[in-house]
């Protein structure tokens, strides 16, 4: 006996009426009113197979909730692979009105030789308990330490030969030179994301130098650089704002990329959100999503989906992945420094971390969605797996993603997709 996937999601708000469903990532579009069972006797053979082999349909004993479950909980405390990611200063050669972190560089003053020396006594601590090391740059600008970083990530490399060691980067672009990316494909980078505010008008005035002179150009250079040299084992991840902007307004941003390359480049739109040191009006929302992934697509980008198997972000993990700070605090998520509960330890001069279990255990509970009753009944769970966990630290309940931002892009080419 056959019955629907409990994840078969009908959308029938768009100009076409489609199923998805959220395990399978499988996508439809619905010919016949009404649901796959109602319609089940009309159907030949062959095409009840199709609906099976992409799980719309699923045997009747198959407890998908269970096995959604196993699969979460087993990643969530997962121990194979480690992702740290490197924060050795937060200053920055921009100086973005929206920025969360300008005001905090006195409170994370950096001592660069110190981070260093004592992350390497980190890693022979730690390193050696895993099969996979990510290691991560972020910031503030990480490419104002790239020296550093480099010289630390040959040193694990020479030191771990027998290991798989990968690196990643979040950059603004503008020291993204063919010497640093090769440099970045030399230490098997396995991705890196830009972001543009908009178009062109909208960059120039948000995303400028703290000089006050403009970087779109600059980053389009350094973009289009990149991408030749960049193999397919590279991600390459652009994010596009949205602050008040219009879809053929974003499409001048896409047509600046050189349309060779476009293939290896998968592109995030989010609206611009207000933080505390950043308050505006945005127009643009998560419901028209959907208009900007179209035009993407068609000019032939792939579009950014959830690049992390059965969890909601990088920070829904257990001690396999956290930020490492200027002051080597270690942290879950630091989209809000204020917020010490993110906050889950500290390396001490020895390499030796110091866990702060209580923010540690209390974070595990915040991320484990099946614990939550509304989460484990959720079509979306698949897909969403009980969202931002911050949020749901700071506020004891969910902030629920929307059909459009987490499932949809599915629908299209995507990073994800087989
Ligand atoms: S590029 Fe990033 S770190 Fe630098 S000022 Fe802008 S938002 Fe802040
Ligand atoms: S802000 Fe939320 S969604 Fe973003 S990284 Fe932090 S925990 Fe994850
Ligand atoms: S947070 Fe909301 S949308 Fe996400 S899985 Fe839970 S109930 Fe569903």
């Keep these: 006996m056959l019955k629907e996937s409990y994840y078969n999601i009908y959308d029938r708000n768009g100009s076409v009426d489609r199923l998805y469903n959220s ?44 096995m959604i479950r196993y699969l979460f909980l087993k990643n969530l405390y997962s121990d194979k692979i480690l992702n740290v990611v490197l924060v050795p200063g937060l200053e920055c050669n921009f100086d973005c009105p929206y920025c969360f972190e300008k005001n905090l560089k006195k409170r994370y003053k950096r001592n660069i030789e110190t981070y260093f020396s004592t992350l390497r006594k980190y890693a022979e601590q730690y390193f050696g308990e895993y099969e996979l090391i990510e290691i991560s740059l972020f910031g503030g600008e990480p490419l104002l330490f790239y020296e550093e970083c480099s010289a630390f990530l040959s040193w694990v490399e020479k030191k771990w030969k027998e290991k798989e060691i990968c690196t990643s980067i979040v950059t603004n672009g503008a020291l993204l030179t063919e010497k640093v990316a090769l440099d970045l494909i030399k230490h098997n980078c396995r991705s890196i994301q830009i972001t543009i505010d908009g178009d062109k008008e909208k960059h120039n005035q948000t995303r400028c130098f703290k000089n006050g002179s403009r970087s779109y150009d600059l980053l389009m250079e350094n973009i289009n650089c990149c991408l030749k040299l960049i193999p397919d084992s590279t991600r390459f991840n652009l994010r596009i704002n949205l602050n008040n902007i219009a879809v053929k307004r974003v499409k001048t941003t896409l047509d600046d990329i050189d ?160």
């Design 23 to 66: 395990i399978s990532k499988a996508s439809a579009e619905c010919i016949n009113e009404g649901t796959i069972l109602s319609n089940l006797d009309k159907m030949k053979s062959d095409e009840v197979d199709l609906l099976k082999e992409n799980g719309f349909l699923v045997d009747d004993d198959f407890r998908e909730q269970g």
């Design 259 to 418: 349309i060779n390359f476009r293939n290896k480049v998968s592109v995030l739109f989010r609206p611009i959100y207000n933080t505390s040191c950043f308050k505006q009006i945005n127009e643009n929302n998560f419901a028209e999503l959907e208009s900007f992934y179209k035009i993407a697509n068609d000019m032939g980008f792939k579009i950014v989906q959830n690049s992390y198997l059965y969890q909601a972000c990088e920070s829904c993990s257990g001690t396999n992945f956290y930020y490492i700070m200027p002051d080597l605090s270690i942290w879950k998520c630091i989209n809000d420094l204020s917020y010490d509960k993110a906050c889950i330890g500290q390396i001490d001069n020895n390499g030796i971390i110091k866990f702060n279990l209580t923010n540690f255990l209390d974070w595990l509970d915040n991320a484990d969605c099946t614990a939550d009753v509304k989460c484990r009944k959720c079509k979306l769970m698949p897909d969403c797996y009980g969202g931002c966990t911050l949020y749901r630290s700071k506020n004891g309940k969910r902030s629920c993603k929307e059909f459009a931002m987490c499932s949809v892009p599915y629908m299209y080419e995507g990073d994800q997709n087989p």
